[in-house]
């Protein structure tokens, strides 16, 4: 599949970043979004500010690109270790009401207010690709060993929201496709506290992994919506 213009939110993220720098270098045009507004400074990358505690910032961004709008949205954002240090749980005598909503927020209502803002705009009469960084260990069938329990649910419910967007865009936009990502574990702060002891191998740089989602993306169809697949394009168990 070519693209003919993108949109990636949370382009100031390690994977975000690597993202928007990817698609730049293969000439598509990117929108590229953060909370701050700023973007990697490439041809072809148009800034745009959004926050997930403010719908009206999405609503008004994305309203601007009705006429001709990305065929591309990639959600790149996630949340593991909170801005005030608080991390992913490691027994349910860890829960605290206040931070597991924040996660919920961040890593599955703030996505899911993107799709309620950009699936509208995709042509019901060519392909279109909404996609959203998940995580195996989103994965309800593959959970052996617990915990993490915010960062788990949080992505489990995005799992399931992905599912219900391509299952309500099958009704009218036959060619378009929306599907999680699990990128590997990549070298960001996001996994840096995580990264010790790690297998040899497993860790992915941004720019590899950028490459290694988008190269799943373009090989994906219809058939495919609704599922959860990672960074070698095995899908990932519900």
């Known amino acids: 599949m070519t693209w003919k213009r993108a949109a990636v939110f949370g382009s ?32 072809g990358v148009t800034p745009f500010r959004f926050d997930f505690d403010d719908e009206a910032s999405i609503a008004d961004v994305t309203e601007t690109w009705r006429d001709d709008p990305p065929d591309l949205v990639i959600v790149a954002t996630g949340v593991l270790t909170l ?16 931070a597991m909503a924040r996660v919920l927020h961040l ?3 703030g996505p899911a207010l993107v799709a309620k803002h950009v699936l509208p705009l995709f042509p019901r009469d060519a392909p279109a690709t909404f996609a959203a960084i998940s995580a195996r260990v989103g994965s309800i069938g593959d959970n052996r ?10 992505k489990a419910a ?16 036959k060619q378009a496709v929306a599907v999680g990502l699990h990128p590997g574990t990549v070298d960001t702060p996001l996994s840096e506290p995580f990264q010790n002891n790690l297998p040899e191998g497993q860790l992915t740089a941004p720019d590899e992994a950028a490459a290694n989602l988008l190269g799943v993306l373009e090989k994906l169809t219809p058939d495919n ?10 899908r990932v168990e519900p």
């Open 12 to 43: 100031s993220g390690g994977i975000g970043s690597a993202l928007v720098q990817a698609l730049a270098e293969r000439n598509i045009p990117v929108f590229a979004g953060s909370r701050s507004g700023k973007a990697p400074d490439l041809p």
């Open 83 to 98: 801005e005030d240090g608080t991390g992913p749980e490691r027994s349910f005598k860890n829960l605290d009401a206040r």
């Open 107 to 109: 890593n599955t209502i």
């Open 145 to 154: 060993i617990g915990g993490w329990h915010s960062y788990r649910a949080s």
């Open 158 to 173: 995005l799992n399931m929201l992905v599912r219900n967007f391509a299952i309500e865009l099958a009704r009218t936009h």
């Open 225 to 234: 919506s609704g599922d959860v697949f990672d960074y070698k394009r095995e």
